[in-house]
């Protein structure tokens, strides 16, 4: 424990104080509503989490590519079953989060942007440090990937987005978990909820060409989803920018310059994946001369 307290009080004041010197100088009070709830009165849980997180990602990826590793023909059991497990999870929990908050900013009559954040808004904020909580849940995507050896799949995108939201929602959950912060948190949990249905269908389906075409035609559209996902934030965040809207400013211009790097990075691995890449040759099938 003392240990503990000795890293916790180091990267505390690191955090803290590194936010103060950005510009304009950010100063991050406690949410009454969030206060003692584990995870958030400090910052040291979500760097430990997040440099852990990037640890096993980098050795995971040194071993699999020293070892010449390649991706598995076929999933152990236990973890073909893991995956399933996993990604149902998360299907879940993104639709009561998604349900939830949207019930909230119905019951608590929030226009569409332009919202201000309320400490007496509990469920609301209750909700929001939910959707914190789970992109802890979410690190174990890139997990699941190292243990299937997919490194095709780890992208600089990936582990960046998964990386970066995780420390912006635990500011987000500590200083102001509601208002305009619901509007990213609804959306972000509706796209989620097809993408987890997307790859609980994939784990299900496993490597059945003839069922994965039959079901998992719309992926292309998935993407353009969350692509569309980014756009909405941004002219959001433009919106309450030139509106001065009584949210967090220093969270809205967050809100704004992250969404122009997730829909650059998106963009090109939209253009890569489904524009510039090579058509498959089509299986040419021979006949016997008769």
Known sequence: MEAYEMVDSFVSKTVFET???LRGGVVLTESAITKGLPCVDSPTPIVLG????????FLGLIVIKSLDLKPRSKEPAILNLFVIFHNFVCFALSLYMCVGIVRQAILNRYSLWGNAYNPKEVQMGHLLYIFYMSKYIEFMDTVIMILKRNTRQITVLHVYHHASISFIWWIIAYHAPGGEAYFSAALNSGVHVLMYLYYLLAATLGKNEKARRKYLWWGKYLTQLQMFQFVLNMIQAYYDIKNNSPYPQFLIQI??????SLLALFGNFYVHKYVSAPAKPAKIKSKKAE
Do not use: G
């Open 50 to 57: 997040l440099s852990s997180y990037l640890t096993f990602v």
């Open 19 to 21: 936010l103060q010197r």
């Open 255 to 260: 809100l704004f310059y992250y969404m122009i």
